[in-house]
């Protein structure tokens, strides 16, 4: 069971390159969470899916799109990468019973 | 707007010390509240929850109404506890709300 992974982990971008981060859960969770932490910032909310074939914008969604391709899986598309784009970025699942959000390991972003 | 805020940014305690981390909360429902941790190299993960009422790791975080407020304490600080802490309300939607965080360092 190895709850939420990510893939890449690290990852350095020109101004302009495009790319996708992969989520995925195997706890058989409907909700999916993306998040960007920036220190001072705490964690921002991106986007979310509340079950398989729905997207919702959250806080800070300019830039970005995201693709639920599946129950498992959430990713997460920069189109043009900007400088303020740097942040490392989090997905998340949630629990539906406790209400508990369980969250990957995190990719670390530079946008140079 | 519903808006959570923890004002300290960096909090420095000594081992053995007592530990209060601060949060408050501006919305006029009444929200679910949580405490999540990251610890240096792990991921973000739940501490506790106001419904549970329970105590881990020493912790504890009583939900006051009257002052909006949802603070983390732990009557003696040990080593382990330095991490990042952050406080987080869900208002009855699908989303959760954080704080900004708290850098807690426990010094030996």
């Known amino acids: 069971n190895a709850g939420v992974t990510q893939t890449p982990k690290f990852q350095v971008l020109k101004t302009g390159q495009s790319m996708t981060l992969q989520c995925a859960q195997d706890?058989?969770?409907?909700?999916m969470y993306w998040y960007r932490q920036d220190p001072g910032m705490g964690l921002r909310l991106i986007y979310y899916?509340?079950?398989?074939?729905?997207?919702d914008k959250g806080e800070v969604p300019n830039g970005y799109n995201v693709s639920r391709l599946n129950k498992r899986e959430f990713s997460l598309r920069l189109e043009s990468a900007a400088p303020s784009q740097t942040s490392v970025y989090f997905c998340?699942?949630?629990?539906?019973?406790?209400?508990?959000?369980?969250f990957g390991p995190g990719t670390r972003l530079t946008v140079l | 707007a519903q808006r959570v805020t923890q004002p300290e940014k960096l909090l420095s305690v000594f081992k053995g010390a007592p530990v209060e981390l601060k949060c408050n909360y501006s919305y006029s429902g009444s929200p679910e509240l949580f405490w999540y941790v990251q610890y240096s190299r792990q991921r973000l993960q739940l501490l506790l929850r106001h419904i549970s009422r329970e105590s881990i790791k020493g912790f504890t975080a009583d939900l006051n109404k009257g002052e909006t407020s949802f603070h983390l304490k732990k009557p003696f600080a040990q080593e382990e506890d330095s991490a990042m802490y952050y406080c987080a309300l869900n208002f009855g939607n699908e989303k959760l709300t954080f704080g900004t965080g708290t850098r807690l360092t426990i010094i030996p």
């Open positions: 706890m058989n969770h409907n909700s």
């Open positions: 998340a699942s949630r629990e539906y019973r406790h209400n508990e959000q369980f």
């Open positions: 899916s509340a079950s398989e074939g729905t997207t």
